[in-house]
């Protein structure tokens, strides 16, 4: 006898909203840590998150500190939707770094390919919406550090796979 079980799933406001949350709580940790992101900074990248999960905008984005174009400490999601189902708690953020108090914070986003099926005034309008304007730039090189795949938050068939750059 054969058994047949199908498990569907739809990603929506909700699910984008517990994915930020993660990120969200990863970026606090930072701040508890080495002061950056501000507060109201992190809440920002949250909403802007959230928007770009939702309309499946967003490839990978990464939040960190920086010299010189070089990543010192660094936190990079990559979003995949290929149904994995791994969630990791939030945190484990390297607490060793430091070299970052005379460091520049950045963010750096790439954008999936839906994104660029849009029209030129559907992005301007998805934009328009969004707490910040992010500018065209290059994202930095890495520096004296190695990157570690550490952590994975999922909900519904979308999965947020987190890896860290860290100083050696």
């Known amino acids: 006898m054969t058994y047949t079980f199908t498990q569907t799933s739809t990603f929506t406001r909700t699910s984008a909203r517990y994915l930020a949350s993660k990120v969200a709580t990863d970026l606090y940790r930072l701040n508890r840590l080495y002061g950056r992101p501000s507060e109201p ?9 959230v928007e770009l999960l939702l309309g499946n905008y967003v490839q990978s984005v990464e939040y960190g500190f920086k010299r010189q174009e070089y990543r010192i400490l660094t936190l990079s999601y990559e979003v995949q939707t290929d149904g994995s189902l791994s969630d990791s708690d939030a945190g484990g953020i390297y607490a060793r770094a ?60 979308t999965i947020l796979s987190r890896q860290t750059f860290r100083p050696y």
Do not use: C, K
Request: aromatic share 18%.
């Open 41 to 49: 900074h992190i809440d920002n990248y949250n909403d802007e998150l």
């Open 98 to 157: 430091s070299d970052v108090r005379s460091a520049s914070w950045f963010s750096y986003m790439t954008y999936s390919a839906a994104w660029y099926l849009l029209s030129h005034y559907q992005r301007a309008s998805i934009q328009e919406q969004l707490p910040f304007q992010r500018s065209d730039s290059l994202a930095p090189r890495d520096g004296n550090g190695y990157w570690t795949a550490d952590r994975g938050y999922s909900t519904d068939g």
